[in-house]
């Protein structure tokens, strides 16, 4: 069984993001860029899945402009037999993203794909849900356990009621929650490891599908600030203050 | 003219309040008719709640034993026959509506808006990216049917004091089975809902085990008021995962919110950040948690929550 994980490059999760004095964008130019979390465990799922014999080769895909082969050779330092690289410079939106997948599905054949549920730029949380309908698929969102037993995936999803399993017949779409998982760290030796293994590179142009890009973003700005509020000496204080307030 | 169709929620037969506040936000579209659609295996009682609802036009159900749970396969061709004619198709922003309003968009070939948390007109909204730290405006294509999920928190419910005409509909959609509902593990419902709780208190790292989150929940009893987590606690596993708050968790809108042992990581303010006012109580008077506080206080969680409710009376 073959497993496709996507996995894109973000500014890190560490990074304090800042928002362009002009409205233009956030600031990005010599940010550290990492893969987005929710892929990392995406792709440690395929891997624990590869390791107990489920699935045989774990294919990740990025979306993403040329310089992002350091990314990908990650994802293959992880564990990932092969990588392919969409490239474009531009930043796609989930409906292009699930389109340029369902490309890339038709030509692997995989059982099983692994998206994160979100990517932390833009917090959309569509690609997998938008892939799964465009591939007339099951799709398992916000996984916190995925358990694979022969054409179908029980898979325990974290909901706001919740704990919900479902149960999927394969091959299905299945995105990532934060706790299926905790990733490994990539060693050093699987770094050297990665320099040789296969790095498809296609051009999305190249594949064929219409732009699904059609929102326009007019403008980016800084969230509202909470202002910094008065300190209270001991609980008899707080609740005088909330008492203040009518809140008691 | 703005046609909008809403999405309702529901679950055991009740309709969640995340329908009522998707109400608020097709009224901040100025729409011309606002009908809500019930998908249910028993749809009536649900529906009776939704025609309830002041601003709705008209209630639309769909009854079908596939449609007990809400599976987004299954729900999302439904939608799709039942959306034709509509301008606007809106669902609330929870795990619900997040995995079922993207199924939607892409059956119907369009991109989505998630997380709208204000109108600017019928085509252009505010929505949050980089777990909040930045609000972009954007802009929808007004020749296509628009597919948005709204989040929640940014909306009130609208009030009751509607008596909108309830609609059986029969649809011809094709239904997978290739994705079948096995089990929900639900919290315990005893303690107020925590997305709709008027007053929320929550337990961090600080509260330093399961055994110990015994103090939060008393707090809460106490308050009558729901219990929510920060992330580190859910992960530590001093509670389950629907009590977190968050970014990747449940965004939410009290009017009290009391975060106790928790530093206020930027996913965990994103949550909250529209509620009303914020208590925190830590002992590291240099958390970030402070800085968003209306009223904090610095000291040990173990001793001043007992002081708390002693004053509480």
Same mark, same amino acid.
């Given at each position: 069984?073959?497993?496709?994980?996507?996995?894109?490059?973000?500014?890190?999760?560490?990074?304090?993001?800042?928002?362009?004095?002009?409205?233009?964008?956030?600031?990005? +130019?010599?940010?550290?860029?990492?893969?987005?979390?929710?892929?990392?465990?995406?792709?440690?799922?395929?891997?624990?899945?590869?390791?107990?014999?489920?699935?045989?080769?774990?294919?990740?895909?990025?979306? !993403?402009?040329?310089? =992002?082969?350091?990314?990908?050779?990650?994802? @293959?330092?992880?564990?990932?037999?092969?990588?392919?690289?969409?490239?474009?410079?531009? =930043?796609?939106?989930?409906?292009?993203?699930?389109? =340029?997948? #369902?490309?890339?599905?038709?030509?692997?054949?995989? /059982?099983?794909?692994?998206?994160?549920? /979100?990517?932390?730029?833009?917090?959309?949380?569509?690609?997998?849900?938008? #892939?799964?309908? @465009?591939?007339?698929?099951?799709?398992?969102?916000?996984? +916190?356990?995925?358990?694979?037993?022969?054409?179908?995936?029980?898979?325990?999803?974290?909901?706001?009621?919740?704990?919900?399993?479902?149960?999927?017949?394969?091959?299905?779409?299945?995105?990532?929650?934060?706790?299926?998982?905790?990733?490994?760290?990539?060693?050093?030796?699987?770094?050297?490891?990665?320099?040789?293994?296969?790095?498809?590179?296609?051009?999305?142009?190249?594949?064929?599908?219409?732009?699904?890009?059609?929102?326009?973003?007019?403008?980016? !700005?800084?969230?509202?600030?909470?202002?910094?509020?008065?300190?209270?000496?001991? !609980?008899?204080?707080?609740?005088? =203050?909330?008492?203040?307030?009518?809140?008691? | 003219?703005?046609?909008?169709?809403?999405?309702?929620?529901?679950?055991?037969?009740?309709?969640?309040?995340?329908?009522?506040?998707?109400?608020?936000?097709?009224?901040?579209?100025?729409?011309?008719?606002?009908?809500?659609?019930?998908?249910?295996?028993?749809?009536?009682?649900?529906?009776?709640?939704?025609?309830?609802?002041?601003?709705?036009?008209?209630?639309?159900?769909?009854?079908?034993? &596939?449609?007990? *749970?809400?599976?987004?396969?299954?729900?999302?061709?439904?939608?799709?026959?039942?959306?034709?004619?509509?301008?606007?198709?809106?669902?609330?922003?929870?795990?619900?509506?997040?995995?079922?309003?993207?199924?939607?968009?892409?059956?119907?070939?369009?991109?989505?808006?998630?997380?709208?948390?204000?109108?600017?007109?019928? *085509?252009?909204?505010?929505?949050?990216?980089?777990?909040?730290?930045?609000?972009?405006?954007?802009?929808?294509?007004?020749?296509?049917?628009?597919?948005?999920?709204?989040?929640?928190?940014?909306?009130?419910? &609208?009030?009751?004091?509607?008596?909108?005409?309830?609609?059986?509909?029969?649809?011809?959609? %094709?239904?997978?089975? *290739?994705?079948?509902?096995? %089990?929900?593990?639900?919290?315990?419902?005893?303690?107020?809902?925590?997305?709709?709780?008027?007053?929320?208190?929550?337990?961090?790292?600080?509260?330093?085990?399961?055994?110990?989150?015994?103090?939060?929940?008393?707090?809460?009893?106490?308050?009558?008021?729901?219990?929510?987590?920060?992330?580190?606690?859910?992960?530590?596993?001093?509670?389950?995962?629907?009590?977190?708050?968050?970014?990747?968790?449940?965004?939410?809108?009290?009017?009290?919110?009391?975060?106790?042992?928790?530093?206020?990581?930027?996913? *965990?303010?994103?949550?909250?950040?529209?509620?009303?006012?914020?208590?925190?109580?830590?002992?590291?008077?240099?958390?970030?948690?402070?800085?968003?506080?209306?009223?904090?206080?610095?000291?040990?969680?173990?001793?001043?929550?007992?002081?708390?409710?002693?004053?509480?009376?």
């Amino acid at each position: 069984m073959k497993i496709l994980v996507g996995y894109k490059r973000v500014v890190d999760y560490n990074v304090r993001i800042q928002v362009k004095p002009d409205g233009s964008g956030v600031e990005t +130019s010599g940010v550290k860029l990492s893969a987005n979390p929710f892929d990392d465990i995406a792709l440690e799922e395929a891997l624990r899945l590869r390791e107990k014999g489920i699935a045989s080769e774990v294919v990740v895909a990025t979306i !993403a402009p040329a310089d =992002a082969q350091a990314h990908l050779r990650n994802g @293959l330092a992880m564990g990932a037999n092969r990588a392919i690289h969409l490239v474009t410079n531009d =930043a796609i939106q989930p409906l292009t993203a699930a389109r =340029a997948f #369902l490309k890339l599905i038709e030509k692997e054949q995989p /059982q099983i794909v692994i998206l994160g549920k /979100q990517a932390i730029d833009d917090d959309c949380n569509q690609t997998g849900q938008m #892939l799964a309908a @465009l591939w007339n698929r099951p799709q398992a969102t916000f996984a +916190s356990k995925v358990e694979v037993n022969g054409g179908a995936a029980k898979v325990t999803r974290e909901v706001d009621a919740g704990l919900e399993t479902i149960e999927v017949d394969l091959p299905a779409v299945i995105t990532t929650d934060l706790r299926l998982n905790e990733p490994r760290f990539i060693k050093l030796p699987d770094i050297m490891k990665a320099k040789s293994k296969p790095l498809e590179t296609l051009q999305l142009a190249d594949l064929g599908i219409a732009s699904g890009d059609t929102l326009k973003t007019m403008n980016y !700005a800084a969230p509202a600030k909470r202002s910094k509020g008065v300190m209270v000496k001991d !609980a008899a204080e707080l609740v005088a =203050a909330l008492k203040t307030k009518g809140l008691l | 003219m703005s046609k909008i169709l809403i999405i309702a929620e529901h679950l055991n037969g009740k309709l969640n309040s995340s329908t009522a506040r998707c109400v608020s936000c097709a009224q901040a579209i100025k729409a011309d008719a606002i009908d809500v659609l019930v998908l249910a295996d028993a749809p009536d009682a649900i529906a009776a709640e939704a025609a309830k609802i002041a601003g709705v036009t008209k209630v639309l159900t769909v009854a079908n034993a &596939a449609n007990q *749970h809400a599976l987004a396969a299954v729900y999302a061709p439904q939608i799709v026959a039942a959306a034709a004619g509509y301008s606007h198709v809106l669902a609330p922003s929870t795990t619900f509506g997040k995995d079922l309003a993207p199924r939607v968009a892409a059956l119907l070939g369009v991109a989505q808006v998630s997380d709208v948390i204000s109108v600017i007109d019928a *085509h252009t909204f505010t929505r949050p990216i980089y777990a909040g730290n930045a609000i972009i405006t954007v802009q929808a294509p007004a020749d296509q049917v628009l597919v948005a999920t709204v989040r929640t928190a940014s909306w009130a419910a &609208a009030a009751d004091g509607g008596s909108a005409p309830v609609e059986a509909l029969s649809l011809s959609a %094709e239904l997978p089975t *290739h994705t079948r509902f096995v %089990e929900l593990a639900q919290g315990s419902s005893e303690r107020p809902d925590l997305q709709s709780a008027g007053r929320v208190v929550s337990g961090g790292r600080g509260v330093g085990s399961a055994e110990n989150f015994a103090i939060i929940f008393k707090l809460a009893d106490k308050l009558g008021a729901a219990v929510g987590a920060s992330r580190a606690a859910v992960d530590a596993g001093y509670v389950p995962s629907d009590l977190q708050v968050g970014q990747t968790g449940k965004i939410i809108a009290p009017e009290l919110y009391m975060a106790i042992g928790i530093s206020g990581a930027i996913q *965990h303010l994103t949550g909250i950040k529209d509620a009303g006012t914020i208590v925190a109580i830590n002992k590291d008077g240099e958390a970030p948690i402070f800085e968003v506080a209306d009223i904090g206080l610095v000291g040990d969680l173990f001793k001043i929550i007992p002081e708390l409710e002693a004053a509480l009376g």
